[in-house]
């Protein structure tokens, strides 16, 4: 793995990546536990919650929830641009915060489960100490006041690997947030390139972006199951997702 190393350090900013084998447990690492801003990774950490909802029997996939006009706040998304007074189920707020990356879905959610029970989830039942849901998409306010999401590839990967191994909240749970992984329509990054194969393999995943930052979380299901995490803050955002789709392509095929 040492031609991912060299590239990697190619890169100016905050690099994190990891790439495991999960069929046979190997793994390499670059910065494993650097502290990241997450951009939309974070949501896949609300995913989880609401889906623990479900299992726990707190509240039903089908609720509906009012999105309000002062709940909209910018792309990505499609909710901001419907007319008011709609009323969106709990399971499609979930697949809109994941497969277009609905800020407004996210917020919606967050307000629905609140952060202070969110943030409880993440440690006690996860157990998960470096991963930080504080503040909702587009705060403007709260991120003058210095309040940031953080999380790390480490926990990420954690969190995806439970779900591909059907252990997150319930094999059935796990099942239905890898479908909706499958389901992302924002491929420009690990599945750029592997798309393009005649036999191309599925690929579970979920970006992140904002200024000077991209991300790209996901499992590619080949024959050899491949996790990967490419994160990256304050870096040449063209080149690091050039790099994301180069170094998954030869991933792939040489595994």
């Known amino acids: 793995m040492e031609w991912i190393?060299?590239?990697?350090?190619?890169?100016?900013?905050?690099?994190?990546f990891?790439?495991?084998?999960?069929?046979?447990?190997?793994?390499?690492?670059?910065?494993?536990?650097?502290?990241?801003?997450?951009?939309?990774?974070?949501?896949?950490?609300?995913?989880?919650?609401?889906?623990?909802?479900?299992?726990?029997?707190?509240?039903?996939?089908?609720?509906?929830?009012?999105?309000?006009?002062?709940?909209?706040?910018?792309?990505?998304?499609?909710?901001?641009?419907?007319?008011?007074?709609?009323?969106?189920?709990l399971r499609d707020l979930v697949e809109l915060m994941i497969i277009v990356s609905d800020n407004t879905a996210t917020n919606v959610l967050a307000d629905f489960y609140t952060i202070p029970r969110l943030l409880d989830f993440i440690h006690e039942r996860l157990g998960l100490q470096d991963t930080f849901f504080r503040r909702k998409m587009f705060d403007a306010e709260a991120s003058r006041r210095?309040?940031?999401?953080?999380?790390?590839?480490?926990?990420?990967?954690?969190?995806?690997?439970?779900?591909?191994?059907?252990?997150?909240?319930?094999?059935?749970?796990?099942?239905r947030m890898l479908e909706t992984?499958?389901?992302?329509?924002?491929?420009?990054?690990?599945?750029?390139?592997?798309?393009?194969?005649e036999q191309a393999p599925r690929i579970a995943h979920k970006t992140g972006e904002d200024d000077g930052t991209t991300h790209d979380v996901g499992i590619i299901e080949g024959e050899t199951p491949l996790l990967v995490c490419f994160m990256g803050n304050d870096t040449d955002v063209p080149a690091y997702e050039r790099m994301m789709a180069d170094i998954s392509w030869e991933l792939y095929h040489r595994v």
């Open 18 to 89: 990891i790439c495991k084998n999960l069929k046979t447990g190997e793994c390499f690492a670059y910065r494993p536990e650097a502290v990241h801003g997450p951009a939309s990774v974070i949501k896949l950490f609300l995913m989880a919650a609401i889906y623990q909802g479900f299992e726990d029997g707190e509240f039903q996939p089908g609720d509906k929830i009012p999105v309000r006009r002062e709940d909209c706040v910018p792309s990505c998304g499609v909710l901001t641009y419907l007319d008011d007074g709609k009323e969106v189920s």
């Open 181 to 197: 992984l499958r389901h992302q329509r924002l491929n420009g990054k690990i599945p750029f390139r592997l798309h393009t194969l």
């Open 146 to 175: 210095g309040i940031q999401n953080a999380t790390t590839a480490l926990d990420v990967a954690w969190l995806l690997e439970k779900i591909w191994r059907g252990e997150l909240v319930s094999p059935e749970a796990s099942a």
């Open 5 to 16: 190393k060299e590239r990697l350090d190619t890169l100016p900013g905050n690099i994190s």
